[in-house]
C-alpha cells in the first residue's frame, strides 16, 4: 500500500507519531494539507518542543482536534523559533 502524502513544515518534518495519527483521520489530514507550510512548522515545532511524554501525546490529540474545529495554528504559542532559519541554507 502506498503511503500518503502528508506535507511538512518549512523548516520542521513531520514527526512519525504526528504522521500516523494524520494518516489514521482523514479529516484532520485533509485540515493539515489545507493549511501553510509555516502553519504546519508552528505545529509540529509545539509538538516536538514538548519535554514530557504526557505532555506531547496530550499535545497530539490537541493538534487532531483543533485542526478538525477549524484552528490553523496552536494557541498561545509564541511561534516556531526555528522558522527564521527557514530562508537560510542550513
Not at 511538512?8 to 513531520?14: D, L, Y
Not at 504526557?54 to 484552528?71: A, N
Request: hydrophobic share 30%; glycine share 6%.
Amino acid at each position: 500500500m502506498p503511503r500518503k502524502k502528508v506535507s511538512s513544515g518549512v523548516v520542521h518534518s513531520v514527526p512519525e507519531d504526528l504522521r500516523s495519527i494524520l494518516v489514521e483521520d482523514g479529516a484532520a489530514l485533509e485540515r493539515w494539507e489545507d493549511i501553510t507550510p509555516l502553519a504546519r512548522n508552528e505545529w509540529i515545532c509545539w509538538v516536538e518542543d514538548a519535554v514530557k511524554a504526557e505532555t506531547r501525546q496530550r499535545r497530539l490529540s490537541r493538534l487532531q482536534e483543533d485542526l478538525k474545529d477549524g484552528k490553523r495554528r496552536p494557541c498561545c504559542w509564541p511561534g516556531c523559533p526555528h522558522r527564521e532559519k527557514s530562508g537560510k541554507a542550513s
